[in-house]
């Protein structure tokens, strides 16, 4: 697909070497097309792209500002604290609607490649899905703080969610759009396309536990606000990243939810939880010469599985993407490999994203993915502190150029989370930050990498403006 003019050069690839050779791209203006029913998204937790190159979107309603849910009116029969009318995120409506608009989308929205709605139901902002195609008593749990999706091949629908456990004694704030209020985020849920309920996996812990294998509903895994999934076609198991409370990647057959295996940096098994919550953030571990932490710093915030068996994991507290291998038979069983020695415990190797970063938001690798040409040559990381998304050899992992920068213009960043791609190599990014911004980017030249490129990745980019054309 030929693509030329401005777009590309303000949303080009940048900080390219000269003997590189990536993708090019230009963002597109005016995507997605505006929702209807005057419908806005809140944060962006999760977004997939699946096997008919149809976007899937999972955002969080509950993020929505008074001000944007100004269409939101009052929830008949539930009262504010102060016994005044208030919508199902507690703004105040005693008089109706507060504005001309907005109201909040459901949770989960499908979109085609043209940016056209298709679909979208789910949570407390879809009116009688709760209580309706997600049922308590059939385990169905919706999470306080929506965060990754998934479609898998058999076109099932896979959400997490990433909030945490009040403290003992303690309780969120109330809200009528209150789903889980037992615990933690502890759980994954299972839907069909269509958004009915199939099968849920944990439970609603007071904490984390990154060994646990059975302590979920139906004997399944307890998790602690997992982040991202993947089921590997040729195994049916489900890798899940685990997360933002747990140190570790789980893996379950996809059916039951049942458990088959964990692992934590390097493949080690069991999961030192202690240490990990010791040893304070990564900056003080790059400050001290430590540059091979023994264990993933929260959040482990996304897991993917290459076409090869590759599985790359965003450790995003430790500033890298570690690579292992789903062939291994070692991988996901008790193992030690606090070394970090290639080979052992089905770990391979890793790099450094950015390493020096220490911002408030936590880590830089939030998400990763893949180009699309046979050997799948491209691997792209997003970075949520220095926003933009780096493009890697996938053989060597060294950088051969970047999309995207800091701002708030089309093709910009601010709090990038999360990076797809569909079958023709356009990339497709999420943010949660207050803009709750989806973007697509098109790809135009060649599919896949080649050539020699940054031995390290990250630090400030080349003082240019010329940008790929």
């Known amino acids: 697909m030929a693509v030329a003019g401005p777009a590309v050069a303000a949303t080009g690839v940048y900080n390219r070497p000269a003997t590189a050779r990536t993708p090019d791209f230009a963002v597109e ?24 190159d149809h976007v899937w979107v999972y955002n969080r309603a509950r993020t929505m500002t008074n001000e944007e849910a100004g269409l939101e009116d009052a929830v008949s029969g539930k009262p504010g604290p102060k016994g005044v009318p208030v919508n199902g995120l507690s703004f105040e409506r005693p008089y109706g609607p507060a504005a001309d608009c907005c ?20 949570g407390p902002s879809d009116p009688g899905f709760i209580g309706g195609k997600c049922k308590a008593e059939d385990g169905c749990i919706w999470p306080a703080s929506e965060h990754g999706i998934y479609v898998d091949d058999k076109d099932n629908v896979w959400i997490s969610g990433n909030a945490v456990a009040p403290r003992a004694g303690a309780s969120r704030v109330s809200t009528p759009w209150d789903t889980n209020t037992a615990g933690g985020d502890g759980f994954v849920l299972k839907f069909d396309m269509d958004g009915n309920f ?3 996996i944990g439970g609603t812990p007071s904490g984390p536990d990154s060994n646990d294998i059975k302590g979920g ?48 940096a390097y493949g080690n098994n069991p999961v030192d939880d202690a240490a990990a919550e010791a040893a304070g953030p990564w900056i003080d571990d790059y400050a001290r010469g430590n540059r091979k932490p023994a ?36 991988l996901g069983k008790p193992c030690r490999n606090p070394a970090g020695t290639p080979g052992q415990c089905g770990y391979l190797t890793e790099q450094f994203i950015s390493e020096h970063t220490n911002t408030s938001i936590p880590g ?5 993915n893949f180009s699309t040409d046979k050997a799948q040559s491209c691997l792209y990381v997003g970075d949520n502190s220095n926003m933009t998304i780096y493009i890697l050899d996938r053989r060597t992992l060294q950088e051969l150029g970047r999309l995207g920068r800091n701002g708030r213009m089309a093709g910009d960043f601010h709090w990038l ?4 791609t569909d079958s023709l190599g356009n990339i497709y990014t999420a943010e949660v930050d207050t803009g709750k ?26 003082d240019t403006t010329a940008l790929s054309r």
């Not at 203006?29 to 008919?52: K, S």
């Open 103 to 122: 109201k909040a989308a459901p949770a989960v929205l499908e979109f085609n490649a043209q940016g056209k709605l298709l679909r979208s139901w789910g």
């Open 364 to 368: 830089t690798t939030v998400s990763v």
């Open 295 to 330: 264990f993933f710093r929260p959040p482990v915030h996304c897991v993917k599985i290459a076409a090869d068996g590759k599985v790359y994991v965003c450790d995003r507290g430790n500033n890298r993407v570690q690579v292992f291998d789903s062939n291994s038979a070692a």
């Open 217 to 264: 509903i139906g004997g399944t895994p307890l998790l602690y606000r997992a982040t991202d999934m993947v089921v590997d076609p040729r195994t049916n198991r489900l890798y899940i990243s685990d997360g933002y409370g747990n140190r570790h990647v789980l893996i379950v057959d996809a059916d039951t939810g049942r458990y088959i295996g964990h692992f934590g």
């Open 198 to 200: 199939k099968m849920r």
């Open 417 to 420: 989370h999360q990076v797809a």
């Open 437 to 462: 911004r989806i973007q697509k980017f098109v790809r135009s030249g060649r599919l896949g990498c080649s050539g020699p490129g940054n031995m390290k990745v990250g630090g400030p980019a080349a």
């Open 29 to 52: 203006p005016g995507w997605p097309q505006r929702l209807p029913h005057d419908w806005l998204l809140g944060q962006v937790g999760g977004l997939f792209v699946d096997r008919h």
